[in-house]
C-alpha cells in the first residue's frame, strides 16, 4: 500500500510539475490562435460559407477537422515538444538524480513521468476538440445538437484521444532513449522517419493493418466526406486492429528504451 501511495503521489508530481511550465500556459493561446486561423482560411480563402449550409452547431466540425488534423501536422508537433521535453528536461540538467533518489524504482519513477505526460495530452487533445464544436458553433450560429450528429462527434473524439495519448506514449519512448534535450529531439524525429518509411512496406507482408501512421486519419474518418478518404490506407479497418496499432507500437519503443535506462549510469 505503501508503494502504491509513493507511485500515486509521484504521478501527482510530475503531473504539477509539468502544469507549472509554460508548456499549458503557451499551448492553450497558440491552439486559438492555431484553429482561429485556419477557421478564417475556411472562410475568407476557401469561401466555405458559399457551399455549406449551416444548420446546426455541429456542422463545420468535419471541415475544422480536416484543416486543422487531416492537412496539418501541428496537434502531433505539440506532443512531441511536450513528450520530448518533459521526457528528457530533468536528465538535462541532472536532476533525474533527484527524481530517482524517490522511495520508487527506476521503472516506478519512469511509469509515473510517462503517465503526468499522457494525461497532460490528453488534455490537450479535449481541448482541441472541445475548440473545433465552440468555433464550428459560433461561427454556424447556432446551438442546435442534434442526438444524430452528437453520437459520431463523441465516437472521433475519443479514437482521437486515443491516437493522440498513444503518440506521446511513443514520443515518450523515444525521448528517453536520450540524456539531452536535442538528442531526444533528434531520436524522436528518427522514430517518427522511421515509422513513416515502414508505412511503404510492401502489402504481400501483411503489417499493413498495423502500421502507426496509416491510421493518422482513421480517428476523423466516420465524419469526413467519403472522397476525401479515397487515397488514405487503413480507414476502413475495425476497431481491434486500431487499438492494437495503437498500444503495441508505443509500448515496444518504451519497453525498449525503459529497459536501456534501468541500465543506465545516472550520476554523470
Known sequence: MKGSSFFCDAIRAEFLKIWAMRFPRYSAAGLVAFV????????????LADHVHLTSALTLVPYLSMATWGDMFVIPLYIMGLATYCMTVDSQYGMIRVGCAQPLSRVSYIAAKSLAI?????LFTSAYFLLLVAVSAVAGGSLRMPLAEVLPIVFVYLRLLVFCVSF?????????????????????ILVIVALIWINMMPMRFGFNPYLFFRYFLYPISPILRKEWLSDYP?????MWQYLVTMVATPAIVWSLALARFIRRDITE
Open 36 to 47: 482561429g486561423l485556419m477557421t478564417y482560411e475556411l472562410f475568407a480563402g476557401e469561401h
Open 118 to 122: 499522457l494525461l497532460h495530452s490528453a
Open 168 to 188: 506521446a506514449w511513443l514520443i515518450a519512448g523515444a525521448a528517453l532513449f536520450r540524456r539531452t534535450l536535442l538528442e531526444s529531439f533528434v531520436s524522436a
Open 234 to 238: 487503413n480507414i476502413g479497418n475495425p
